[in-house]
């Protein structure tokens, strides 16, 4: 029986942390020959009020929308410039991060790998909100690589 080939999903939020994770992933992609699906999820759930009308406009969405495709777009030409590995499609969606990246993008794309930075938010945001890669490790259908180090596998110096 034919292996199916490997798709890694790397969800990506502007952080340091999820580009480095991005590096990551190319990384294991050429050596793997795998796939690789960069996903931004837009999150629609900041934007409802109480009556679940949205407190955004439309105009706003779009360019949102707009503003995440340019940057994966980067990311994707970061990966040709960089590694000269193209083997990426970029996807955008909305709606609860945690849900898409753990269960719905999995189930569309059968990817068999998350890779995700250690966390894209401060330490207040995450007490408030929680950590998506937090949750994302509990409860995704596929292995998850958190990321911690750089792309030669060295411990991150933190800023002074």
Known sequence: MAKQKESILVPVDGSETAERAFDKAVKIAMTDHAHVDVLNVIDTRQFMGEMQDTLISGDTIYQMTQDAEEYLKSLKKWAHDNFQFDDIN?????????????????????????VM???????????????????????????????????DNNPIKPKA
């Open 117 to 151: 930075g250690a966390t894209g938010l401060n330490a207040v945001e995450r007490m408030l909100i929680g950590s998506v890669t937090e949750y994302v490790n509990q409860h995704a259908l596929a292995d998850v690589l958190i990321v911690r180090t750089d792309i």
């Open 90 to 114: 970029y996807h955008i969606r909305y709606g609860s991060p945690k849900r898409i990246i753990s269960y719905d993008f999995i189930k569309d794309h059968k990817n068999t790998l998350i």
